[in-house]
């Protein structure tokens, strides 16, 4: 069962983005030190294959670095989940903000690390990131 329990921080770093901790995730902005966890975890046909078809398999160290600079350009969208207890990289989460008529719409994204699947982690950190999305950016809520 998931927990309710849910603490949204400031971050404290240039990223701009927000630090969400839940039971057992820290859910905080990626970082260039996540780049070789990141690529690491995603080289992995298993998770290519559920991702979007520019997402590069192999995926290598210099693919991680070039994600995070393109996030670091508009901070507060991508997020390293990461486990609360020693602080392991586990995978992504991630926003994508709308345009145009799709302004309302974000699309939301991720992907764990195979090693650790099976333990709730992605279910765990999309209702965070949604809880958060849904309270800070009220004008989401529509009929």
């Known amino acids: ?6 603490t949204v921080t400031p ?5 701009g983005g927000a630090v969400i901790i839940t039971k057992r995730l820290l859910v ?3 970082t260039f030190a996540d780049a070789p966890d990141m690529a ?13 078809n ?3 398999s192999p995926y290598l160290l ?3 670095e070039v994600c995070l600079t393109m996030c670091a350009k508009d901070p507060g969208n991508d997020f390293a989940v990461c486990r ?3 602080g392991a990289y ?3 989460i991630g926003i994508i903000r709308g345009n145009d008529v799709l302004h309302r719409t974000w699309e939301l994204g991720y992907w764990i690390g195979e090693e650790y699947w099976g333990q709730g982690f992605a279910s765990e950190a999309l209702v965070a990131l949604c809880r958060f999305c849904f309270e800070t950016h009220p004008e989401l809520l529509s009929a």
């Open 84 to 86: 609360l207890e020693d």
């Open 11 to 15: 971050s404290n770093d240039s990223t």
């Open 28 to 30: 905080r902005p990626s």
């Open 40 to 52: 690491r975890l995603a080289n992995n046909l298993k998770i290519a294959r559920n991702m979007r």
């Open 54 to 56: 520019t997402f590069p």
């Open 90 to 92: 586990v995978g992504n």
């Open 62 to 64: 210099e693919h991680a």
């Open 1 to 6: 069962m998931l927990s309710t329990t849910q």
